[in-house]
């Protein structure tokens, strides 16, 4: 076989298998990002119940006063027959032998804490201290979990000796048999919807609205304020010092071992891991020289840019790298300076890779968790003013994914927040990418033309 044979076995090889890599990819990227946006879009598009609207109104004063009272009046209405059955058997119960009316009283007392749970509090009762406890189910997925509930109680089969207890769901109703509350399960699953009125809602709120009662009202504007805050402040440190730096090691640098040191330095900084930036931005912004007293946006935004800049450095590097000889050459025979032949021809002709570093680079930032932990981040608070970013910390996306999932105490009730969040931070970093694209390509066809 010949040698040109050879080179095109191998060339082919080596396409099919370049190729196969990238459907591949793409395939991996389906399957992670195709349930995270379907389930995320849900924190912005659901049925909302009535529950939600009167919540909209006491909360947030969003919705039709008239309108949202006119609901929350039928939906009363039919909620009443369920209190009316209540009230009757508790009055029935007190006719009954101590040890049945002990019993009844405490399977009552649960039935009671799941209608609390789906309809909110009773009408006359007094009102909750926790906003959680103060509303009903403000979707209607939720509140088809929490009819489950008010339906069924777990339970665990052991006639099977040779394996552990198997949890099991059985009907509620029969505890009730024979007594004025059983009619009630069955009302309640027959007019669930005349109770709860869902209706289907784009909610924009999510975006603009405050996180109340630990996110299990509102939405997320404190974390996407502070995720551009943190994110702004580490670009307005970074790209500066960055793109001069990537200037000196490309135009002035001399090829010595104190370059090369530092160009060393720069790639091994690019692959230290993000938590060892966090400790350091704790020891040297907070504790050393005292960016802030504490935690802040301020020691966040500097330990980001730290982060970033070698990734800035390199690929400034490549970018001005890339431009031609010639161009400097042509610069500096029409008698420019070396300063002047770098701002006016060099940096233009090399801003479309510079761009797409920055871009990159800002999209890191957004999504890091590890360096804001010890420097910025906070699990609550309200969105801060600008003026406040230099002195207080601030939730932020990536650090709120993270507690949402492993530490909040209702972790099932605000799935939606969570996926929510994560649609929002890959949309984010989507669109950045997305624009640095665009923007490359208006820059490279100005250039040519």
Request: hydrophobic content about 45%; some cysteine; proline content about 5%.
């Given at each position: ?318 970018a001005l790298r890339a431009v031609p000889h010639t161009y400097k050459q042509a610069a500096l025979s029409l008698g420019a300076s070396p300063w002047k032949s770098i701002t006016t021809v060099i940096l233009p002709a090399a801003l479309p890779g510079i761009l797409t570093g920055i871009v990159i ?77 665009v923007i490359r390509a208006r820059l490279s066809r100005k250039l040519r033309v």
């Amino acid at each position: 076989m010949s040698s040109r044979s050879t080179r095109r076995i191998l060339d082919r090889a080596f396409t099919g298998l370049g190729g196969f890599s990238t459907l591949l990819l793409a395939a991996a990227l389906l399957v992670i990002l195709v349930p995270i946006l379907i389930k995320g879009f849900g924190a912005f598009v659901f049925r909302e119940t009535v529950e939600h609207r009167r919540m909209l109104l006491d909360l947030y004063e969003t919705g039709d006063r008239a309108a949202v009272e006119t609901e929350v009046a039928a939906a009363a209405k039919a909620r009443e027959p369920v209190y009316a059955m209540l009230g009757a058997f508790k009055k029935e119960v007190e006719a009954l032998p101590a040890p049945e009316r002990r019993k009844l009283k405490s399977d009552c007392k649960d039935l009671e804490k799941a209608l609390n749970s789906l309809l909110g509090p009773a009408p006359g009762t007094t009102q909750p201290i926790l906003l959680r406890q103060r509303y009903g189910q403000n979707r209607w997925d939720r509140a088809q979990v929490a009819i489950g509930k008010v339906l069924y109680e777990e339970a665990y089969d052991y006639s099977d000796s040779s394996q552990m207890g198997k949890k099991i769901l059985v009907p509620r109703v029969e505890r009730f048999r024979g007594t004025s509350l059983e009619p009630l399960f069955d009302y309640v699953r027959d007019q669930s919807k005349a109770m709860l009125l869902p209706r289907w809602i784009f909610y924009g709120g999510f975006l603009t609205h405050t996180s109340r009662d630990a996110h299990f009202f509102g939405g997320i504007r404190a974390e996407v304020l502070g995720t551009f805050y943190l994110t702004l402040g580490a670009m307005l440190f970074a790209v500066p010092m960055g793109v001069i730096a990537a200037i000196y090691l490309v135009e002035y640098a001399r090829d010595n071992w104190l370059n090369s040191l530092i160009r060393s330095c720069v790639s091994t900084l690019a692959g230290v891991p993000s938590i060892v930036f966090g400790l350091f931005g704790l020891a040297f912004f907070i504790n050393t020289i005292h960016v802030s007293g504490s935690k802040s946006v301020l020691a966040g935004s500097l330990t980001l840019g730290l982060l970033i800049l070698p990734t800035l450095i390199r690929a400034s590097e490549e970018a001005l790298r890339a431009v031609p000889h010639t161009y400097k050459q042509a610069a500096l025979s029409l008698g420019a300076s070396p300063w002047k032949s770098i701002t006016t021809v060099i940096l233009p002709a090399a801003l479309p890779g510079i761009l797409t570093g920055i871009v990159i680079s800002m999209g890191r930032a957004a999504g890091e968790t590890a360096p804001i932990i010890f420097t910025a981040a906070v699990s609550v608070g309200q969105p801060l003013t600008l003026l406040k970013t230099l002195t207080q910390p601030t939730p932020a996306l990536s650090w709120n994914i993270y507690n949402l999932c492993t530490e909040h105490e209702a972790v099932d009730e605000i799935r939606h927040v969570q996926y929510g969040m994560v649609f929002t931070l890959v949309l984010l970093v989507l669109l950045l990418n997305l624009s640095a694209i665009v923007i490359r390509a208006r820059l490279s066809r100005k250039l040519r033309v």
